[in-house]
């Protein structure tokens, strides 16, 4: 496997320069100035809020160009990861609510609502709350600006790992526009287009539409259903008013999707003889399905329950203005937007074929209104370059969540726990009284003469049965009610039962001032100072509404039952009681936490940026500097959260649902060069010390957040281009990232013990991104396209289960692969009209892009897999 992963890397690197000679033949001669054209180093970009070439600006920063994207077919911001190595997406439960982005190997866990990204995304200047809300589909894009570390002394919103600038294709005062109409497998079909263009010497509109459909790849084995399709659209409508002093630019946009996501295939099985597999498959071949799927996970293939779904709805809509006036000196900028998003999802979270548990009608809203306005200039002929700026958010998010237990639940947990029992019994016994002629735990304890028991059993069993009044024993009074609860199955129970409904809502209000500011002290030595003064309230109200049948005994065994926990204590001395409780009570669903719940917390920060920069010369810039980046804390949005007293806990309140804020400190040292019209050379090394990371993680029956005191992501990051003439562009970049939970960290007792001093999950230490695109001239005005991009990415874990304490590998691993995106065909001139084929993951490799551990299903690890090898032809007709 290895060897063609090798193979596929060394065929990609000749690719980009074998086509190098073939141009550089065709640009011996001397060059026409009315020939010359933009390279990739002449990009402007605006990450330092003012139009600076990219070369020399003392920032790490990828800057992707309309063309590229075009011709790499970039659709939404997860395609960003073929073309700038640092950058990565991760998709989990959920395309909406459960995608996450990484930069230098740091991100906040998805899968929860509660958690604002670590890497901020901004379309147009406004910042998008969740990464799932910025993954819908793109209109026709202008360029796309990665920035590297913390960011907040430029940005309106704060961000602690670094943040994603998206600039989309603007009104035009020509008339103008395109329709592009692509066909694949999978029955994918897409079609976009927009239309620009005058309404007087001042306004211009445009319209942007879309409509992307394809079928699922991930086949379900218990009926004819396939999941993660695409069923989506979108519409886009703006206006720009521009005068010689002002522009001012309106943006509407609506988008909607009715989507089946997101499938996760049985990846790897531990535990042995306790793996619940068999037991699943069990059950689930009683009713004629498939319980847990275990053919090769490369089949994309899993078991759902057939009355389950993964239904995923979403629908996202705003509108924003920016305002730009120049007022003489000084420039005024203002964004303003508002913002509408939900998902509704239902789900099948045993990820099996039995009906254990589901979600339905799960419902997360977010609706946000931000303001940013910034001033700036220039002041002693050029001296300084100064720009101060303030921010404000009101966030309100909701959540309702719907975690209920199907039809096969009280069965799952007898059949548990029958297994468990025939080993200490010699006969499987049971609780629930859903496994026909096996007989319930208490019947077998109280029926059964006292000295068939083990020996060390006896006086259990005997005080057992004096308090339930069957046999006399001295010093024992029967407990009333006992009886008849030890030989009755414990309530249980029914389908439909759990949260009805656990309702959420976290309003956030955040305000902030910054200011960021060039000193020029020489035409080569610049010095950058930049600080943020950030204050941010939460306020927490939940309501939760549980009415799982199963819980009943334990409820009772709280308010002090007699009965209850005289019978708990024999249970507890069994061993089986927490496993027991965990299993039918799942905190998820736990009734003992009914109530309503109010809190809230302030963060208030100040955080900063130094940069110095020296211009060697006109091609060479050195920069090293220091940034404090800030994330607040939050609410985990998440009942299972709550401190349960029936484990040794203080009961439920609304503070155990609060997480605090990380900080980092980051130091960065850089070099950036041209030595060449067409040749740029970046290096980048960076160290960051995140402290209280905010990390989501699995505890063994749900979901939790863990602040990891001390976190470290160190490393380096190379990006060259190479453009010899108009019609060829080769980018290339490496980056090693040393990312990983510091060995200080005591995780014992925690569910990330044993990370210690390992790297981030699923986060590799050295990729590879190559993208080479030649668009040489064919006659006549026709070039052809030969386009190819590749990412390689080494070996990660993927989950935290058992590390190896030799090789600190995980139950699951991705071992390096590369996935090869190619483009061949015809355009024009400038690109606007074309007919390609394309091809993405070209090798079809397989791979997961994360992984978890099912819940209540020890040793079961399920993956969702990464994207098949999808090909077809599109073409564009532009005017």
Known sequence: MKTRHYVAVSTMALLAFAAAPAAAQEATAPVPQEEEFESAGDIIVTATRREQSIQ???????????SLL???????????????????????????TGTTLFIRGITTAGDNPGFEPAVGVFIDGVYRARAGVAVSELPQLERVEVLRGPQGTLFGRNTSAGALSIFTAKPSFDLGGYAQATYGNYNQIELEGAVTGPISETIALRIDGGYRKRDGYIEDVNSDRSINDINRYYVRGQALFETTDVTFRLIGDYYETDENCCGAVSAARVGGAANPTPLIDAIAGAQGLDG??????????????PNRAFTEKVRDYGVSGELNWDLGGVSLTSITAYRQWRALRDQDIDFSGIDRAYREDYLNELGTITQELRLQGSAFDGGLDWLVGGFYLNETNKLRDTVRVGNDANRYVDSIFANGLRASFGTPLQFYGSLPGTPLLGQALLGTPTGNFPAALQPLVTLFKGQAGVQAVPGVTPIPGLLALATSPLPAAVAGQGNNNDDFRVKTNAVALFTHNIINFTDKLSLTLGARWNYEKKELDATINSNTGSCGFFNQVRSGNAAANAYAFVLRQLGVYNNLFLLSCNPALNSEFNGTYSDDFSDSQITGTAKLAYKINDDVLLYGGYDRGFKSGGYNMDQATFDSVQLGGNGAQASDLQFDGETVDAYEIGLKTSPLRGLTFNI???????????????????FVVQNVDSTTSKGVEVETTIQ???????????????????????????PLQGQEGLQLLNQPKHTVTIATTWTPEIGNGVHALVHADMRYNSEVNLNSTAPNPVTGETALRNQGYPLINARLGIQNSDGSRGLEFFVENLTNEFYYITSFPVPEQTGNIAGYPGLPRFYGIQARFGF
């Open 684 to 702: 980048a090394g960076f160290y960051s010390k995140f402290n209280n990371l905010q990390s989501l993680v699995f505890s063994g029956n749900n």
């Open 70 to 96: 075009q011709n790499a077919g970039v659709q939404d911001i997860r395609g960003l990861e073929q073309l700038a190595p640092s950058i990565q997406s991760s998709t989990g439960q959920s395309s909406a």
């Open 292 to 305: 847990v799927y275990t053919g090769d996970p490369s089949e994309r293939r899993m078991a759902v329950s």
């Open 724 to 750: 010899p003439d108009r019609n060829l562009l080769i980018r290339w970049g490496y980056s090693y990232i040393d990312a990983k939970y510091d060995e200080s960290n005591d995780f014992a007792g925690t």
């Open 56 to 66: 020399e600006i003392p920032i790490a920063v990828t800057a992707v160009p309309q």
